[in-house]
């Protein structure tokens, strides 16, 4: 069995979405309510990256990303960018599983989707990535020796299937089945990542609240008592094992990590609980990444226990400090949350403690603006949160990115 990879992950990671500043925010608010153009937004951007790369440099991190900045929502363009995939405003509920998280608490907000993205013929990738820009201006403002720390996050596979009633994700007329859809989305995303490793890209990180939805008994319960399933919902999360594999093929040397918490919304909303027990097994074992970034800020996401399913050449970056508020965690206490999980990845692999710990890393536990309005804190918060994540990984694992 090959060793876990190490730089990339690091041990003190974030999860790529970071607070936008003001002057970003009110340019695009501007543009929305149409009081100016969107003429000089791009150079607004571009000068708020350099701000927050130099930030995360300052701070010691070594996974940089752009904030997201030019994404409204974390998963970015790539499902809209695709041939078959039209993205519509003011969508029918009839489409939607009412009691999957995401949509649930929307409409406990009262709200509704306000958009979706639907397969509207066969699926396919244009040739052109809608991430690429956003890579290669990281790569203008770093130097060339830190181009393979760049981190890009991506969306989620199964971000518009999971959502929609069955038979409701495509057309009947053009995908027989869930397996014909999957195929494609499947090659288009594999053709995302060979251009984007073309370009130089070495280190990605697959953005997915959908998996942990998986760990919560509302969202069980809603499937169960949906007449219109024909299958299991473990069935389900089989064949979302065996997509993603088929999405990941890649080059050995691209690290291909998956990010799973329980919702981030606006107001610092989450959507979901319960613990990663139920999947730890396949979720650990068979899907094909090296590195898990597991939300454990608070008991919504269980206990450590769950480790115990890690294989040996596979990492764990541990979400213990939260994204959602401003209060600063204690040091030590952090410190000894990931002295306990080392255990629990320890007991299940045969290790010491101290040879566990060499699979570890520590993060916030989800990003800080998932959606461009960000959580419930500060800029400054923010800063503080980061600093502390280097602080930590810099005592457990001392000398090392």
Same mark, same amino acid.
């Given at each position: 069995?090959?060793?876990?990879?190490?730089?990339?992950?690091?041990?003190?990671?974030?999860?790529?979405?970071?607070?936008?500043?003001?002057?970003?925010?009110?340019?695009?608010?501007?543009?929305? #309510?149409?009081?100016?153009?969107?003429?000089?937004?791009?150079?607004?951007?571009?000068?708020?990256?350099?701000?927050?790369?130099?930030?995360?440099?300052?701070?010691?991190?070594?996974?940089?990303?752009?904030?997201?900045?030019?994404?409204?929502?974390?998963?970015?363009?790539?499902?809209?960018?695709?041939?078959?995939?039209?993205?519509?405003?003011?969508?029918?509920?009839?489409?939607?599983?009412?009691?999957?998280?995401?949509?649930?608490?929307?409409?406990?907000?009262?709200?509704?989707?306000?958009?979706?993205?639907?397969?509207?013929?066969?699926?396919?990738?244009?040739?052109?990535?809608?991430?690429?820009?956003?890579?290669?201006?990281?790569?203008?403002?770093?130097?060339?020796?830190?181009?393979?720390?760049?981190?890009?996050?991506?969306?989620?596979?199964?971000?518009?299937?999971?959502?929609?009633?069955?038979?409701?994700?495509?057309?009947?007329?053009?995908?027989?089945?869930?397996?014909?859809?999957?195929?494609?989305?499947?090659?288009?995303?594999?053709?995302?990542?060979?251009?984007?490793?073309?370009?130089?890209?070495?280190?990605?990180?697959?953005?997915?609240?959908?998996?942990?939805?998986?760990?919560?008994?509302?969202?069980? %319960?809603?499937?169960?008592?949906?007449?219109?399933?024909?299958?299991?919902?473990?069935?389900? &999360?089989?064949?979302?094992?065996?997509?993603?594999?088929?999405?990941?093929?890649?080059?050995?040397?691209?690290?291909?990590?998956?990010?799973?918490?329980?919702?981030?919304?606006?107001?610092?909303?989450?959507?979901?609980?319960?613990?990663?027990?139920?999947?730890?097994?396949?979720?650990?074992?068979?899907?094909?990444?090296?590195?898990?970034?597991?939300?454990?800020?608070?008991?919504?996401?269980?206990? &450590?226990?769950?480790?115990?399913?890690?294989?040996?050449?596979?990492?764990?970056?541990?979400?213990?400090?939260?994204?959602? &508020?401003?209060?600063?965690?204690?040091?030590? %206490?952090?410190?000894?949350?990931?002295?306990?999980?080392?255990?629990?990845?320890?007991?299940?692999?045969?290790?010491?403690?101290?040879?566990?710990?060499?699979?570890?890393?520590?993060?916030? #536990?989800?990003?800080?603006?998932?959606?461009?309005?960000?959580?419930?804190?500060?800029?400054?918060?923010?800063? #503080?949160?980061?600093?502390?994540?280097?602080?930590?990984?810099?005592?457990?694992?001392?000398? #090392?990115?």
């Amino acid at each position: 069995m090959p060793s876990a990879p190490r730089n990339p992950p690091f041990r003190a990671e974030h999860l790529g979405s970071l607070l936008r500043p003001s002057k970003l925010l009110d340019k695009r608010r501007a543009i929305q #309510q149409k009081k100016e153009s969107g003429d000089d937004l791009s150079k607004i951007e571009d000068s708020s990256i350099d701000d927050i790369v130099k930030i995360q440099t300052d701070c010691g991190f070594h996974a940089i990303s752009d904030g997201e900045y030019r994404r409204h929502m974390f998963w970015g363009t790539f499902f809209p960018s695709l041939n078959g995939m039209k993205e519509i405003q003011g969508p029918d509920l009839d489409i939607f599983r009412l009691y999957v998280p995401d949509i649930a608490a929307f409409m406990e907000e009262g709200h509704v989707p306000g958009e979706t993205v639907i397969c509207v013929g066969k699926i396919s990738h244009t040739g052109k990535s809608s991430y690429i820009g956003q890579f290669e201006y990281l790569k203008s403002i770093l130097p060339k020796e830190k181009h393979g720390d760049i981190k890009m996050t991506l969306a989620a596979p199964n971000w518009y299937h999971l959502r929609y009633k069955e038979g409701k994700a495509y057309p009947k007329d053009v995908y027989s089945s869930d397996k014909e859809y999957f195929a494609d989305i499947a090659e288009a995303y594999r053709t995302e990542l060979k251009i984007l490793y073309d370009a130089g890209l070495r280190n990605a990180q697959v953005d997915d609240p959908n998996l942990a939805y998986f760990c919560s008994d509302k969202m069980i %319960e809603g499937w169960n008592d949906d007449s219109a399933n024909t299958k299991s919902i473990d069935d389900l &999360f089989d064949e979302y094992i065996s997509f993603y594999n088929d999405c990941f093929k890649r080059p050995s040397d691209m690290h291909l990590g998956i990010h799973l918490c329980r919702g981030n919304f606006v107001n610092s909303r989450h959507f979901s609980e319960g613990g990663y027990d139920r999947i730890a097994r396949k979720l650990f074992q068979e899907l094909n990444v090296s590195t898990y970034y597991l939300e454990y800020d608070t008991s919504r996401a269980g206990g &450590f226990e769950p480790l115990k399913e890690l294989p040996k050449n596979k990492n764990v970056i541990l979400g213990v400090i939260t994204s959602k &508020f401003p209060k600063l965690e204690d040091k030590e %206490e952090m410190k000894e949350r990931i002295y306990k999980a080392a255990e629990f990845v320890a007991a299940g692999s045969g290790e010491s403690k101290e040879e566990a710990l060499q699979r570890l890393g520590v993060s916030p #536990q989800c990003g800080f603006a998932s959606h461009e309005d960000g959580n419930l804190l500060e800029y400054e918060d923010m800063v #503080q949160k980061l600093k502390l994540v280097r602080t930590i990984a810099s005592e457990i694992w001392p000398g #090392q990115a």
